[in-house]
């Protein structure tokens, strides 16, 4: 069995133990059960930080940054709003507009953006009566359209070498 300890040199290093004693116990121990757990699937040994070069970040991203990226994502992940979006991403709509082609009502889409506005992923401008949106800038563009894109590449069920799924058979 493989044992992973702290070591303040590396972090965690890797030390054979002798397996428990099964003399007087069955199979079904609870000293079994959890040997059996720890003991990685099809033979893999965990590997340790030693075995892996550092990987240097160029840049730091802060728990704010995370947490700001988070709102983004939550605020475009409701369809209707991601509907709202992509029409932006051609363009600057008015309100109105934005209601007709959505099929829903100048509260709902204007709820919506209000959202959106709050989240800073669009911004508005008056002209006269009229309020037109528009999306903050190319930044959200882009995202849109990558997830777009993203979602209509096919789905493929073939293993990918570069991620190792150690969660199923």
């Not at 006269?128 to 563009?141: E, P, R």
Request: hydrophobic share 35%.
């Amino acid at each position: 069995m493989t044992r992973l300890t702290a070591n303040k040199a590396n972090g965690v290093s890797k030390t054979r133990t002798p397996a428990p004693s099964t003399e007087g116990s069955s199979a079904s121990s609870p000293s079994a059960s959890a040997s059996a757990a720890r003991t990685p699937a099809h033979g893999q040994e965990h590997c340790g930080p030693e075995e892996h070069a550092r990987r240097a970040r160029s840049s730091v991203v802060s728990d704010e940054q995370l947490e700001r990226a988070a709102s983004i994502f939550r605020a475009a992940g409701d369809v209707s709003r991601l509907k709202l979006l992509h029409r932006l991403s051609d363009g600057e709509w008015c309100v109105t507009e934005l209601a007709e082609a959505a099929g829903v009502g100048l509260s709902t889409v204007s709820q919506q953006l209000r959202l959106l506005r709050a989240e800073r992923i669009v911004t508005r401008r008056r002209a006269g009566k009229h309020i037109f949106y528009s999306l903050a800038d190319s930044h959200v563009s882009d995202l849109i359209h990558s997830a777009i894109e993203h979602a209509a590449e096919p789905h493929s069920h073939q293993h990918d070498d570069r991620h190792d799924d150690s969660d199923g058979p």
